[in-house]
Every structure is written in C-alpha cells, then in structure tokens.
C-alpha cells in the first residue's frame, strides 16, 4: 500500500492562495501600465513636440500681431468646443442645451461636438456646427481600462490638442465644460479683445489667488502648493499653443500621471506652466468666466460653494451650477448673477439643497462661514482680486 500523504496545512493553503493572488493582480497591473499608452483616441499616436520650449523672436512676435489684427479685421472664426463622452444623459443634456444657448446668443461663434454619441446632433442641429465621432474601443480590455479613467482625460485632451488639424477653420478655440453656462451675448466680442492680444496664447480659470493656499487640490500634496491652479472648465487657447498642449496630452498620458495626480488635469498643467519655456499663461477674468470653488474638499467634501468677488453686472459664463439650487420662482441662473449694479459681491450656497445667495460685504461673508472657521478667506489679497479699485475693496471690506 501506498504512503498517503498529509494534508497541507491551512497556512500553506493561505500561502499558495496569496501567492496565485499576488501573480495575478502584478500581471494585471503590468498589462495595465503596457497598454496604457496603446489606448489613444484615435489609429494613431501624437509625436512628442520636437520644440524645447516656447519661445518668439521680437520677429516673429510682430508677424504675429500683425496676422491677428488682419484676422480681426475680416472676422476671425472663434469655436467654442464641448465634449461628451460615456452616455451619460445628463451631462449629453447639459452639453446640448448650453450649445442651444451660446449659439442663440452669440450665433458668430462656431460649436463644435466631440462625443461617441452621433445621434446628439438630431436633437439640435441648428445648435451643433461641427460634429466629431469618437471611435468606440474595438476590446473589452480598453473598456475594462477606461473603468480607472485613462481615457477620459487623455481622450478630451487628443481632441483639444488636435482640433485645428481637423477644424482647421477656428482661429482660436473655447474648450467648455458642459455644466458652464453662456450668460450674454458678448462673448465672441471678449474673446476678440484676448485674441487681439499678441501675447495671448493659453489661458483658463484660476481656483486659486497667489496669496491664497486654499485651493481645492492644495492640501492633498504638501510639495504640490502652486501659486497658480488652472481652473480647466474653460480652456482658451490659439494654434500657437499647441506643441505645449501637446506636451499636456503627452504628460497626461503617462502612467506616473496616472497615479500621481490620480486622472486630475489641473495640476499636471499647473506643473507644466512651471518649466523652463512654457508659453506664456493668461489668467482669464471674472467678468469673463466665472467659476465656482469649493473652500476645502478635505475638510467639507464638494460643499459649500463660492465665487470671488466681482463687480460686472454683465457676466459672460458661469461654471457649475444645480438647479435645486435656484432661488424660488427664479428658472435662469444668469439672474441670480447678473444684477444690475456694480457692487462688490460674492455668491455662496452651503450645500446642494441650499440656494444660492449674493453676499454684499466682507462681514457678512465671515458670518456665513462662522460655523466652519474659515473667515479669512473673506478678506484675503486672492479673493478679492478681480475687484477694479480701492474704493471697490473697501466698499467690500468696511460694508456697503
């Protein structure tokens, strides 16, 4: 008769457990950080710009000015681009009725539609100039991918970084979000006066002031404190800029971005405008775009919300609204922003349900913020800094 072997003992069952497990999460991973640069928008990869940096001779900086004033002179062609990618109803609703707005407003611009959905320009195709397909993946493993983000950042910044090759008729372009709201009709006349400006080249948002270190990306990475976080739910940017937003698509791309940043594209763009021969950043105003910030998403999550203070009673766009929270009887966002003065005020709502509410005055501000100790944000240099004058600040400081 045959010896009969003991049974292995259940820590060598756990061990032989862990050790399949562990071979099969690294061969996971390790096809995950292969492929994940195969996985781009298009047959076809982005070469990595050959320029070292950004640099115009005084030149070049002439021909320049002068082409852009000829182009202003015969009508230049400002595209306003919005993507949608996923088929997620709301954000496909979002995208299509704010193209319906910006184009009856301001029917000079030309709207462009990135989105795997075609059937989004018959429900508006008077709102929807130019539309571009995303090819869906051919495998499932790119699907499996996009479930932890690769695509989505990389994928809208292939198309931002290549709309001039298959739009080549845009002289500049307005990348929007499509939770950002068109308010007045003066928007292709705000972007000639950027576009007139030689030295315009790229230029967002900003979510934080030089003097002011509570930026909602801030405190994650004590080595990460920019003096400047660009705010990407509006990106204006010329043809001129594009080997650098190449260099953004590239970086982006990368795995160590990836888990890095963690598919956030605001920082790896601040970190870009930091080195050596970037372009020259325009910091696009108030008045223009008007973006909502959260105060602290470490301490209070995505609540409570607030803009600067401003003074323009004729606001352009406005970023990220919900419409529980608009006041009672009022259907418009753009009226609860736009009134007819020249006040210094701010607009702050505490949380989904509540409504949104102008504050007038720095005291009122460290009222409404009593109860989460972060008064010092209502006087900060940063918050007030798209205020035009000294009288304006002290109107604000000391009270209507």
Same mark, same amino acid.
């Not at 082409?67 to 996923?86: P, Q």
């Given at each position: 008769?045959?010896?009969?072997?003991?049974?292995?003992?259940?820590?060598?069952?756990?061990?032989?457990?862990?050790?399949?497990?562990?071979?099969?999460?690294?061969?996971?991973?390790?096809?995950?950080?292969?492929?994940?640069?195969?996985?781009?928008?298009?047959?076809?990869?982005?070469?990595?710009?050959?320029?070292?940096?950004?640099?115009?001779?005084?030149?070049?900086?002439?021909?320049?000015?002068?082409?852009? #004033?000829?182009?202003?002179?015969?009508?230049?062609?400002?595209?306003?681009?919005?993507?949608?990618?996923?088929?997620?109803?709301?954000?496909?609703?979002?995208?299509?009725?704010?193209?319906?707005?910006?184009?009856?407003?301001?029917?000079?611009?030309?709207?462009?539609?990135?989105?795997?959905?075609?059937?989004?320009?018959?429900?508006?195709?008077?709102?929807?100039?130019?539309?571009?397909?995303?090819?869906?993946?051919?495998?499932?493993?790119?699907?499996?991918?996009?479930?932890?983000?690769?695509?989505?950042?990389?994928?809208?910044?292939?198309?931002?970084?290549?709309?001039?090759?298959?739009?080549?008729?845009?002289?500049?372009?307005?990348?929007?979000?499509?939770?950002?709201?068109?308010?007045?009709?003066?928007?292709?006349?705000?972007?000639?006066?950027?576009?007139?400006?030689? #030295?315009?080249?790229?230029?967002?948002?900003?979510?934080?002031?030089?003097?002011?270190?509570?930026?909602?990306?801030?405190?994650?990475?004590?080595?990460?404190?920019?003096?400047?976080?660009?705010?990407?739910?509006?990106?204006?940017?010329?043809?001129?800029?594009?080997?650098?937003?190449?260099?953004?698509?590239?970086?982006?791309? #990368?795995?160590?971005?990836?888990?890095?940043?963690?598919?956030?594209?605001?920082?790896?763009?601040?970190?870009?405008?930091?080195?050596?021969?970037?372009?020259?950043?325009?910091?696009?105003?108030?008045?223009?775009?008007?973006?909502?910030?959260?105060?602290?998403?470490?301490?209070?999550?995505?609540?409570?919300?607030?803009?600067?203070? +401003?003074?323009?009673?004729?606001?352009?766009?406005?970023?990220? +609204?919900?419409?529980?929270?608009?006041?009672?009887?009022?259907?418009?966002?753009?009226?609860? +922003?736009?009134?007819?003065?020249?006040?210094?005020?701010?607009?702050? @709502?505490?949380?989904?349900?509540?409504? +949104?509410?102008?504050?007038?005055?720095?005291?009122?501000?460290?009222?409404?913020?009593?109860?989460?100790?972060?008064?010092?944000?209502?006087?900060?240099?940063?918050?007030?800094?798209?205020? #035009?004058?000294?009288?304006?600040?002290?109107? @604000?400081?000391?009270?209507?």
């Amino acid at each position: 008769m045959l010896p009969v072997s003991a049974p292995p003992s259940p820590r060598k069952i756990f061990r032989a457990k862990w050790c399949h497990s562990s071979i099969f999460l690294l061969t996971i991973l390790s096809l995950f950080v292969w492929t994940q640069h195969l996985f781009v928008p298009t047959e076809h990869h982005l070469s990595r710009p050959k320029s070292k940096g950004f640099q115009f001779s005084p030149r070049e900086h002439q021909r320049l000015k002068e082409k852009r #004033s000829n182009t202003t002179k015969e009508g230049a062609n400002f595209c306003a681009l919005f993507f949608v990618y996923g088929h997620v109803p709301r954000y496909e609703n979002e995208a299509v009725q704010q193209m319906q707005r910006l184009k009856t407003l301001n029917p000079k611009m030309t709207t462009i539609m990135v989105t795997d959905n075609p059937s989004l320009q018959d429900e508006s195709p008077a709102a929807i100039d130019i539309l571009q397909i995303i090819s869906r993946p051919k495998f499932s493993f790119q699907r499996f991918l996009g479930i932890f983000g690769i695509k989505e950042f990389s994928t809208r910044l292939y198309y931002i970084s290549t709309v001039f090759e298959w739009a080549p008729s845009c002289d500049m372009v307005l990348s929007l979000d499509s939770h950002v709201t068109v308010c007045s009709s003066n928007l292709y006349e705000r972007l000639e006066e950027l576009y007139s400006n030689p #030295s315009f080249f790229i230029g967002t948002n900003v979510e934080n002031a030089p003097h002011w270190k509570m930026s909602s990306f801030a405190f994650l990475e004590k080595h990460m404190k920019y003096n400047l976080l660009p705010h990407n739910y509006a990106i204006a940017y010329t043809p001129e800029s594009i080997p650098f937003v190449k260099r953004w698509y590239q970086f982006m791309k #990368s795995w160590k971005t990836f888990f890095q940043y963690q598919q956030d594209d605001q920082r790896p763009l601040a970190h870009l405008l930091q080195e050596p021969g970037a372009p020259p950043f325009t910091r696009l105003p108030e008045h223009l775009f008007l973006g909502s910030k959260s105060i602290h998403k470490g301490k209070y999550g995505f609540y409570p919300r607030f803009t600067y203070v +401003y003074e323009e009673s004729n606001i352009t766009l406005v970023h990220s +609204y919900r419409s529980p929270g608009l006041p009672d009887g009022v259907t418009d966002i753009c009226e609860v +922003y736009q009134q007819a003065t020249s006040e210094p005020r701010m607009m702050l @709502w505490h949380s989904l349900e509540d409504s +949104y509410h102008i504050v007038k005055s720095a005291q009122q501000c460290e009222a409404e913020l009593s109860h989460i100790d972060e008064k010092q944000l209502c006087r900060d240099p940063g918050h007030l800094y798209a205020l #035009s004058s000294k009288s304006s600040r002290d109107r @604000w400081l000391n009270g209507p």
